[in-house]
């Protein structure tokens, strides 16, 4: 009996279903994912060794090469109930899409009086305005205002954050709620202008401060 030859031919797969996977999974993430802002100011920070990053709980005080200070901060929660302090400090009324916007912006260096018209700009001109910073000078000292009001709003949700983690059965840290400071130095700015911003937060009695530094491996 003769033997049956079955044909020859090349397997193939059908894409299709992968393709849609991945198209689903890319607009997932498109929906999904919260852009930073661009921050108004780029400064190079010094070197160092030091392999531990930045916590999620952060104020941060940033000084350009110029000397001139910015100020920002990053649970968006915080941020609010901070201008709403500072709103009632200086008496300066901020509507409410003002309020939501602040609270996803990145750092800013410009007084209350012309925080504002910042808010209001779209994201990509705030770095192109040129701000003069925080004032910090003995008649208008704004960044001890920021921080100080900051330090409160940041000890509020950290306690809230607190809490809820331990409804949920966890065991969690105080102490990794609570904010921590950060001072950012351009490698060029002069020594007395940092000076100036830890003078600010010794008077406020917040001396848990650490430098960013740009990372290098250890010789």
Same mark, same amino acid.
């Given at each position: +009996?003769?033997?049956?030859?079955?044909?020859? $031919?090349?397997?193939? /797969?059908?894409?299709?279903? +992968?393709?849609?996977?991945?198209?689903?999974?890319? %607009?997932?993430?498109?929906?999904?994912? #919260?852009?930073? $802002?661009? @921050?108004? !100011?780029?400064?190079?920070?010094? #070197?160092?060794?030091?392999?531990? /990053?930045?916590? @999620?709980?952060? &104020?941060?005080? =940033? !000084?350009?090469?110029?000397?001139?200070?910015?100020?920002?901060? $990053?649970?968006?929660?915080?941020?609010?109930?901070?201008?709403?302090? +500072?709103?009632?400090?200086?008496? /300066?009324?901020?509507?409410?899409?003002?309020?939501?916007?602040?609270?996803?912006? #990145?750092?800013?260096?410009? %007084?209350?009086?012309?925080?504002?018209?910042? !808010?209001?700009?779209?994201?990509?001109?705030?770095?192109?305005?040129?701000?003069?910073?925080?004032?910090?000078?003995?008649?208008? *000292?704004?960044?001890?205002?920021? &921080?100080?009001?900051?330090? &409160?709003?940041?000890? *509020?949700?950290?306690?809230?954050?607190?809490?809820?983690?331990?409804?949920?059965?966890? $065991?969690?840290?105080?102490?990794?709620?609570?904010?921590?400071?950060?001072?950012?130095?351009?490698? @060029?700015?002069?020594?007395?202008?940092?000076?100036?911003?830890?003078?600010?937060?010794?008077?406020?009695?917040?001396?848990?401060? *650490?430098?960013? =530094?740009?990372?290098?491996?250890?010789?």
């Amino acid at each position: +009996m003769p033997k049956i030859k079955i044909p020859k $031919s090349s397997p193939s /797969i059908d894409m299709t279903p +992968m393709v849609d996977l991945a198209f689903l999974l890319v %607009t997932f993430f498109m929906l999904a994912a #919260s852009f930073r $802002s661009s @921050e108004p !100011i780029q400064v190079t920070t010094p #070197s160092s060794i030091s392999d531990k /990053i930045i916590p @999620e709980n952060v &104020i941060m005080v =940033t !000084i350009d090469k110029g000397g001139r200070v910015f100020f920002n901060m $990053s649970d968006a929660e915080a941020r609010k109930e901070l201008l709403q302090n +500072m709103s009632g400090k200086y008496s /300066i009324k901020f509507t409410p899409e003002q309020l939501e916007k602040f609270s996803f912006m #990145s750092s800013f260096g410009c %007084t209350m009086r012309e925080l504002p018209g910042y !808010i209001d700009l779209p994201a990509d001109d705030r770095s192109r305005v040129n701000t003069k910073g925080v004032p910090l000078d003995s008649t208008d *000292n704004q960044l001890k205002d920021w &921080i100080f009001y900051g330090n &409160i709003a940041a000890l *509020n949700t950290g306690e809230t954050g607190y809490q809820e983690a331990k409804l949920k059965g966890e $065991s969690p840290d105080v102490n990794d709620f609570k904010p921590k400071f950060i001072l950012r130095v351009d490698g @060029e700015a002069v020594y007395a202008h940092a000076q100036n911003v830890i003078n600010v937060f010794r008077d406020l009695k917040l001396n848990n401060l *650490n430098f960013v =530094t740009t990372t290098e491996l250890a010789p």
